[in-house]
């Protein structure tokens, strides 16, 4: 995100909103890489607090790890998107984007899509 000109805020992580390196986000990442979506790109990424984080910096807390509801979840919401093509999708992660950023800290990672 910062080669695209995306300014990270301090104590913030870069998180992938389709994951790049998990197995289970990989019909995910499929639909993306279709589309010419780089997968660390800006488009699918957004900042979140770290642990050091204590500004007011939104968003639920990045803690690295990520359990498979949450890129179950995302599969869902990237292949449904995917009926609708490139613009639906990237419709789709800006919509995950700020559901991600607009979470409570506290907000467990496996329940945070549960509402879309």
Do not use: C
Not at 56 to 84: C, E, M, R, S
Request: aromatic content about 4%; proline content about 4%.
């Amino acid at each position: 995100m910062e080669k695209s000109g995306v300014t990270r805020p301090a104590n913030s992580a870069a998180h992938h909103i389709v994951g790049d390196t998990s197995k289970e986000a990989a019909p995910a990442r499929a639909i993306l890489a279709k589309y010419g979506i780089d997968v660390d790109s800006e488009l699918n990424g957004v900042f979140l607090p770290n642990r050091n984080n204590s500004d007011d910096l939104g968003g639920i807390l990045h803690n690295g790890k990520h359990p498979n509801t949450y890129f179950q979840k995302v599969n869902q919401l990237i292949q449904n998107a995917d009926l609708g093509g490139k613009q639906a999708v990237l419709d789709q992660l800006q919509t995950i984007r700020e559901t991600l950023q607009n979470a409570s800290r506290d907000m467990p990672w496996k329940s945070v899509l549960s509402e879309l």
